[in-house]
């Protein structure tokens, strides 16, 4: 579906202000004072709403609008963590073995897309803009695997922003930045144990960095 360029970029306000805690956990957002401060009509704010809603960012209730969405609790962190894990080292492997030319340059320039200069973590866009092309370079590795039912249930986890809600550390960004690599290093050799391995290590080292938001 087709997003007006305006709501995209309503969509991606809220997201970094959402990240960097300027809005916290369960504050309401009021369409009207939104549009106000983002001089736009409250088209394009719902829209952008109803996506963060779907993303799990928003939540909406019946007469109260929309709200902040509470973070995630240890427990459910813990059981993200744990479908990733089966999902997601499946999802590299199916990639590694059965990807095209087309399918593995796709991924190489979803990776390259992720640079450096989004580890200033004091710019609150820029660390939004690495969890939107974090999910998008495990979104397109799921849809590489060539498994339909893998790609629709990574896609639907939304996962990235509700972790990148708990932290915004530089170590997050840089560090998941090499092991993305080895990632599609291994997926472009057509290399299935590599690829699902470095998946692998790549999601325990990610939910380890993301513990600390827990033990703080």
Sequence with gaps: MSRSPVAEQVYGEVLSRILSGELQAEERITIDALGRDLGVSQTPIREALHRLDADGLVVHAHLSGYRVAPRLTREQFEALVEIRLLLEPAAARYAASGSDEKGRRALQQAAACITPDLIDTSDHHAYARFSQLDAALHNSIAAQSGN?????AVSRLHTHARLFRLSDRADITIRAIDEHSAIVAAITERAPDRAAEAMREHLERSA?????????
Excluded at 148 to 152: A, G, L, P, R, Y
């Design 148 to 152: 339909s039912f893998i790609e629709d």
């Design 208 to 216: 380890e960095r993301f513990r600390t938001a827990f033990r703080s």
